[in-house]
């Protein structure tokens, strides 16, 4: 752990869910600012931008959905949405406002803190196993230690995650990737990951790589077993 | 279900229907018959008697002559075929023909007639009907008797009789046959109904009866449907007040849940007796989360909801992850070779959890996992878990898969808490793939899950 903790951002209007966080990051060794509505939370990453949101969907005034796109216009920290309705559009939309992960109401605290670090390594600076500062392929060059990709030239901004994923494709260019393995090695959860944030985070890197998101010709399905980046 | 003794009620309509139609031809036939007969015989009377009155006639005339030739006289008379005429003259008797004699006379005609009387009267003669007609002839102290064979008209009624007798056949024939027409055009509707009411009792709330122009029949229809629609939103309510309720507990229980785990991270700042109390907090409310999750999930399984994009799923290595997943210990797999690629339409995580639940219940209360595998079927795939438990009593097999069926069933309550939704949760999954999901005794006791998956991909 760094010297300075780690920020963690609370979005929640349950007043004890907020307080019960708090003591448990706390005693996991974060600084947890809070917020009970999305107008505040706007605020407060204005002032002091958390390392980490944990964001609950459900808020009164402007709801969790439009808040972490208002956030996802400015900054590219990794977004937890906390959901606390189990229907799966929910999830997907919370996704594609542009969360990173999604962790369902009731949660174990454990499983929480295993979630926030897998999202806190996506902080650091991408290492590439044999010290490779550059990789290219298919129109696409990305520079992994500082976290730049250029698309036909073109700079693209990608969220933590979606570099991420790019990255693993990218050195791996035709190896056919089940939804299990990527949320292995990009979300870093083993098996215990909800397959549906691989498929919305897909979506969301061909949107920003991809000449055209109904053909892709970059990151492609293979149908029955996942995807593949075609060099 | 259905009684035996009684009949059906199409049976019952199409008899009922013949034997009104029976008894209906039947009456008119016999009316017409008798009728007709009156009206023939009358005819024939008539026509035989003046017949009768005029030989009679020529006979008076004939033995008033000075030398009366009896025997002449009856040659002379116009008779027709199968007419034979009698004379007594003085006691003595003279006849047209030798079969016809006196002694065929009945006296009930003879003595009246001797005794100045006209009778007419039907007799038998030769063992057919015949006109027998007496004359009295006092002024020439005789009489005339003659006997008209009637055996064409008796042939006539004969006839008669068959063509009616034929005629009331075919008109119950026909009765029965409209009976039968009628009751399967009334009992259509009703035969409708209870094929929709099956369906309802095995859960398809999607059934609704084609709307019945017949204002009578059309009143059946739509009570049914309205009471479908009823049940549907009442079962709806029911799942939607389980979702709603478990979905208010969440909250509660996350700031319990985090609270707990701040607790657990400084149980050494606990007294023992503190500690002990913390994990009997932890496990419960861990088990209340478990229960709140499983309300969820089932009562998700109970939405109508929007559907879920079903994709291929490779059923053997879902499997192996699950079972690679969870800590079931040794467990042998059997996968059939042939079924390595096999696919089944779904969705993966339903098939997931309705398999883990499988396996945790079998550990749970089955003693232990025996032995998962992957059997072909016609058309479907069979996943297989069997246990090393006591097996289910044939009384369960059917209420197992019902929610929270644990504490009326005759099998041991687990102590290690389960929440009464694990296996109704696989049958509600199982079952939104169109498959289903079985338990039996297997060989060696202990007992043996089947869920079947209808495949889609290569066999």
């Given at each position: 752990m760094d010297a300075v903790p780690d920020s963690v951002l609370v979005v929640d209007d349950d007043d004890?869910?907020?307080?019960?966080?708090?003591?448990?990051?706390?005693?996991?060794?974060?600084?947890?600012?809070?917020?009970?509505?999305?107008?505040?939370?706007?605020?407060?990453?204005?002032?002091?931008?958390?390392?980490?949101?944990?964001?609950?969907?459900?808020?009164?005034?402007?709801?969790?959905?439009?808040?972490?796109?208002?956030?996802?216009?400015?900054?590219?920290?990794?977004?937890?949405?906390?959901?606390?309705?189990?229907?799966?559009?929910?999830?997907?939309?919370?996704?594609?406002?542009?969360?990173?992960?999604?962790?369902?109401?009731?949660?174990?605290?454990?499983?929480?803190?295993?979630?926030?670090?897998?999202?806190?390594?996506?902080?650091?600076?991408?290492?590439?196993?044999?010290?490779?500062?550059?990789?290219?392929?298919?129109?696409?060059?990305?520079?992994?230690?500082?976290?730049?990709?250029?698309?036909?030239?073109?700079?693209?901004?990608?969220?933590?995650?979606?570099?991420?994923?790019?990255?693993?494709?990218?050195?791996?260019?035709?190896?056919?990737?089940?939804?299990?393995?990527l949320l292995d090695r990009v979300w870093e959860y083993g098996y215990f990951g909800d397959p549906r944030i691989v498929d919305v985070h897909i979506g969301r890197l061909r949107a920003k790589i991809e000449a055209d998101t109904a053909n892709p010709t970059r990151v492609v399905t293979v149908r029955g077993f996942g995807y593949k980046f075609d060099a | 279900m259905r009684r035996p003794l009684r009949l059906r009620l199409s049976v019952r309509l199409a008899v009922t229907f013949g034997v009104g139609a029976l008894l209906v031809s039947a009456l008119l036939a016999s009316s017409a018959y008798l009728l007709s007969r009156r009206y023939l015989a009358q005819e024939q009377e008539h026509a035989t008697l003046r017949q009768a009155y005029f030989n009679a006639a020529v006979v008076r005339t004939g033995m008033q002559a000075q030398t009366p030739d009896v025997p002449g006289l009856l040659d002379l008379l116009p008779s027709g075929i199968g007419t034979n005429a009698l004379i007594e003259q003085s006691g003595r008797w003279y006849s047209t023909s030798l079969t016809v004699s006196?002694?065929?006379?009945?006296?009930?005609?003879?003595?009246?007639?001797?005794?100045?009387?006209?009778?007419?009267?039907?007799?038998?003669?030769?063992?057919?009907?015949?006109?027998?007609?007496?004359?009295?002839?006092?002024?020439?102290?005789?009489?005339?008797?003659?006997?008209?064979?009637?055996?064409?008209?008796?042939?006539?009624?004969?006839?008669?009789?068959?063509?009616?007798?034929?005629?009331?056949?075919?008109?119950?024939?026909?009765?029965?046959?409209?009976?039968?027409?009628?009751?399967?055009?009334?009992?259509?509707?009703?035969?409708?109904?209870?094929?929709?009411?099956?369906?309802i009792a095995v859960g398809d709330f999607q059934t609704s009866l084609p709307p019945e122009a017949d204002a009578e029949l059309g009143g059946l229809v739509d009570s049914f449907n309205t009471m479908v629609e009823a049940l549907?939103?009442?079962?709806?309510?029911?799942?939607?007040?389980?979702?709603?309720?478990?979905?208010?507990?969440?909250?509660?229980?996350?700031?319990?849940?985090?609270?707990?785990?701040?607790?657990?991270?400084?149980?050494?700042e606990l007294s023992p007796r503190g500690a002990d109390a913390l994990d009997l907090l932890s496990g419960e409310v861990l088990r209340f989360q478990r229960l709140v999750e499983d309300l969820l999930e089932?009562?998700?399984?109970?939405?109508?909801?929007?559907?879920?994009?079903?994709?291929?799923?490779?059923?053997?290595?879902?499997?192996?992850q699950v079972l690679a997943e969870g800590q079931y210990g040794e467990v042998t797999t059997d996968i059939d070779s042939r079924l390595l690629d096999a696919t089944v339409d779904g969705d993966k995580r339903r098939l997931e959890q309705a398999l883990r639940n499988l396996l945790d219940n079998a550990q749970r209360h089955g003693g232990g996992i025996v032995r998962v595998a992957v059997e072909p079927q016609e058309g479907a795939v069979a996943l297989v878990v069997d246990d090393m438990g006591p097996g289910v009593p044939p009384a369960d097999v059917d209420r197992i898969f019902d929610r929270f069926a644990r504490g009326r069933l005759s099998r041991r309550r687990g102590s290690q808490g389960g929440t009464g939704l694990g296996l109704a949760i696989v049958r509600e999954h199982v079952r939104w793939h169109g498959g289903h999901v079985t338990v039996r005794s297997r060989p060696g006791g202990g007992a043996r899950f089947i869920i079947e998956l209808p495949a889609s991909g290569a066999e």
């Open positions: 004890r869910i907020r307080a019960s966080l708090r003591l448990a990051l706390e005693d996991n060794g974060y600084r947890v600012i809070d917020a009970a509505d999305a107008e505040s939370a706007l605020e407060l990453i204005a002032r002091d931008v958390p390392d980490i949101v944990l964001l609950d969907l459900m808020l009164p005034g402007i709801d969790g959905f439009e808040c972490c796109r208002r956030i996802r216009r400015e900054h590219d920290m990794p977004i937890l949405v906390v959901s606390a309705r189990a229907d799966s559009h929910d999830v997907v939309a919370g996704l594609e406002a542009g969360a990173d992960d999604y962790i369902r109401k009731p949660f174990d605290m454990p499983e929480l803190t295993a979630r926030i670090r897998a999202l806190r390594r996506r902080l650091q600076p991408a290492a590439v196993a044999d010290g490779t500062t550059e990789l290219q392929g298919a129109g696409v060059w990305v520079a992994p230690e500082r976290g730049e990709v250029r698309v036909d030239g073109e700079p693209v901004h990608l969220t933590k995650t979606e570099f991420r994923l790019l990255l693993e494709f990218m050195q791996h260019p035709g190896r056919v990737y089940t939804r299990e393995v | 006196r002694d065929g006379l009945p006296l009930s005609v003879k003595r009246p007639v001797l005794n100045g009387a006209v009778v007419q009267a039907w007799i038998r003669s030769n063992g057919a009907p015949a006109l027998l007609e007496g004359i009295p002839l006092p002024s020439v102290d005789g009489a005339y008797f003659q006997i008209t064979d009637e055996a064409a008209l008796a042939r006539t009624l004969s006839v008669l009789r068959a063509v009616l007798a034929a005629a009331a056949g075919a008109a119950s024939l026909a009765g029965a046959l409209v009976g039968w027409w009628a009751s399967r055009r009334l009992t259509a509707p009703l035969r409708s109904v209870a094929a929709a009411a099956e369906r549907k939103e009442r079962i709806e309510r029911d799942a939607r007040f389980a979702g709603d309720v478990s979905h208010e507990l969440r909250s509660p229980l996350t700031t319990l849940s985090t609270a707990l785990s701040v607790l657990q991270g400084r149980r050494n089932i009562s998700r399984a109970d939405e109508p909801g929007a559907p879920v994009d079903r994709e291929p799923i490779r059923i053997c290595e879902l499997v192996l």
